[in-house]
């Protein structure tokens, strides 16, 4: 059974750092990985989707990488700021494409 | 509508109550997700489908959960004699192909509290 695992659960920082989440799994046959942010009381909003081929994806301060063979996915945010305060959630797509298995997600506080 | 739209945002039912959630995936999307989400957890699958057709409910608790998307478009969630364990996020989720070929777009979600 497919589990996905985030680390740390929870971390604080200042504005300005540069800081990276970690996601592993424990099955490497996926389809895709997805990282996902979610604020409190809300849905989730995709930040990166990764193919199973690929090895990175980049959308603006993040970049999110891939190593399947390990079971690991980091996401890399640069410059962070207030804003990016959220629970970032790490995502893995089954080999069917018919389900996202989560981890329990990192909870990120940015301080000005 | 321009995204994934749940209703009500909010339920409170008294325990052994039916409740029904409502899903508005973004139009022309084939696949929809139905997730539960505890507090201070990941969200969990519950089921997927694809246009009308339900392909995966692996995920279904009990037999007190069922879903539907009779015409491919909205779908239901419903929980019949809703228990306290029931409490959580009902998170709806649709995408325009496969989850493995794009990305998946989620909704508010419905958050229910059975007292």
């Known amino acids: 059974k497919q589990e996905v695992t985030q680390i740390p659960a929870a971390l604080s920082v200042p504005e300005g750092e540069n800081l990276v989440l970690n996601c592993s799994f424990t099955?490497?046959?996926?389809?895709?990985l997805q990282w996902f942010r979610q604020d409190p009381g809300k849905g989730l909003t995709s930040l990166l989707l990764?193919?199973?081929?690929?090895r990175e994806q980049t959308s603006g301060r993040l970049n999110a990488s891939l190593d399947k063979s390990s079971g690991r996915s980091t996401l890399y945010i640069a410059a962070s700021q207030p804003g990016d305060s959220a629970t970032y959630l790490c995502?893995?797509?089954?080999?069917?494409?018919?389900?996202?298995?989560f981890g329990k997600g990192t909870t990120l506080s940015v301080s000005s | 509508g321009a995204g994934v739209s749940q209703s009500p945002r909010y339920k409170v039912a008294k325990r052994g109550q039916d409740v029904a959630l409502r899903c508005d995936p973004i139009?022309?999307?084939?696949?929809l997700f139905w997730y539960q989400q505890a507090l201070g957890q990941g969200p969990e699958f519950l089921t997927y489908?694809?246009?009308?057709?339900?392909?995966?409910k692996s995920g279904l608790p009990s037999d007190r959960f069922f879903a539907e998307r009779p015409e491919g478009s909205v779908s239901t969630l419903k929980i019949q004699r809703t228990q306290q364990e029931d409490s959580a996020v009902y998170l709806c989720?649709?995408?325009?192909?496969?989850?493995?070929?794009?990305?998946?777009?989620f909704g508010q979600g419905t958050r229910l509290t059975v007292v």
């Open positions: 989720a649709s995408s325009l192909v496969l989850t493995g070929g794009t990305e998946a777009f």
């Open positions: 099955d490497s046959a996926i389809y895709n």
């Open positions: 990764i193919q199973s081929s690929q």
């Open positions: 995502a893995v797509a089954n080999q069917a494409g018919t389900a996202l298995i």
């Open positions: 139009s022309g999307h084939v696949s």
């Open positions: 489908f694809q246009n009308e057709a339900q392909l995966d």
